[in-house]
C-alpha cells in the first residue's frame, strides 16, 4: 500500500506554455502533499506544502503565480507551471502524507519537465 | 531553521565491502525523525531507514543500519556486504516532529559507487 502516481513522467513543453503535473495517492487519502523540485545533481528543495481544501503554503523564493498548487480532494493535487521557460526546467517531485503511516511521506516518481 | 550536512560528494566501495555515509544536522528541536532516503538512477525516492530521536537504540535494517549521536547531532548510515545494487545516491534528511508537518529538509547527498 501507500502508493503514490506522478504523471506524466516526462514532458516537454516551449517556452511561454504551461504544463500540469499531477500527483495521485492510490490506496490511501493524502491529508498533505509537498512538492519539491531537484535540479541535475543537486538536493531536493521544498516548494511547497499543500492541504486539501486550502491554500497552499510556499517556501520562501518560489513564486505562487508561477507554480500554482491545487490540492482539491483527498487523493489529488496538482502542479502548474504557468508560462515556463528554460529555467524551470527541472526534475519536479511529489510527495504524500498517510495519517496511518505516523512517520514517512510517500513519493511519486517524479517528472522530468524541458523547457525549450 | 535545521540544517542537514553531507560532507562527502562522492563515495567508493567494493562489493562486498562496508561503507560508512556521513551526515550531520542542526536543530535546536528535541523531537524530530531522521532518514535516509536512496535514489537510484530512475530518480524514485527510496526509504532506506528512519530514526526516531527520542529511541536510543540504532535502527537498523537488514544490510543498512545507523549511528544516531543525538548530542552531536549526527547520523551516518552504514552499508554492510555491498550490493552493485547499492549504487545511488543517498540522502540524509530531517523531519520535524511537529509544526511543519511532514516536509523533508534533505542535505546535498552522497553519490556512492559500487565496484566488483
Known amino acids: 500500500g501507500a502508493v503514490v502516481s506522478q504523471h506524466p513522467s516526462w514532458v516537454i513543453c516551449k517556452s511561454g506554455t504551461s504544463v500540469k503535473i499531477e500527483c495521485r495517492s492510490l490506496d490511501f487519502q493524502a491529508t498533505t502533499m509537498f512538492w519539491y523540485r531537484q535540479f541535475p545533481k543537486q538536493s531536493l528543495m521544498l516548494m511547497a506544502t499543500?492541504?486539501?481544501?486550502?491554500?497552499?503554503?510556499?517556501e520562501q523564493g518560489v513564486e505562487k503565480d508561477k507554480f500554482l498548487i491545487n490540492h482539491a480532494s483527498l487523493t489529488l493535487s496538482t502542479l502548474t507551471v504557468t508560462s515556463a521557460h528554460p529555467e524551470d526546467s527541472s526534475f519536479y517531485i511529489c510527495s504524500a502524507r498517510w495519517a496511518r503511516a505516523n512517520t514517512e511521506a510517500f513519493f511519486g516518481q517524479g517528472t522530468r519537465l524541458t523547457v525549450v | 531553521a535545521q540544517t542537514v550536512t553531507q560532507s562527502q560528494p562522492e563515495m567508493s566501495v567494493q562489493e562486498a565491502e562496508t561503507v560508512t555515509l556521513s551526515c550531520t544536522y542542526d536543530?535546536?528541536?528535541?523531537?524530530?525523525?531522521l532518514f535516509w532516503y536512496k535514489q537510484p538512477p530512475s530518480r524514485q525516492m527510496i526509504l532506506v531507514i528512519r530514526?526516531?530521536?527520542?529511541?536510543?537504540q540504532n535502527a537498523t535494517e537488514n544490510r543498512f543500519s545507523v549511528n544516531f549521536q543525538k548530542a552531536a547531532k549526527s547520523f551516518s548510515l552504514k552499508i554492510s556486504d555491498s550490493q552493485l545494487g547499492d549504487a545511488a545516491m543517498y540522502f540524509c534528511a530531517y523531519r520535524s516532529a511537529s509544526g511543519s508537518g511532514y516536509a523533508l529538509n534533505f542535505g546535498k547527498g552522497t553519490s556512492l559507487l559500487v565496484t566488483p
Open positions: 536543530t535546536s528541536e528535541s523531537d524530530y525523525y
Open positions: 530514526q526516531e530521536a527520542y529511541k536510543q
Open positions: 499543500s492541504n486539501e481544501g486550502s491554500k497552499a503554503t510556499y
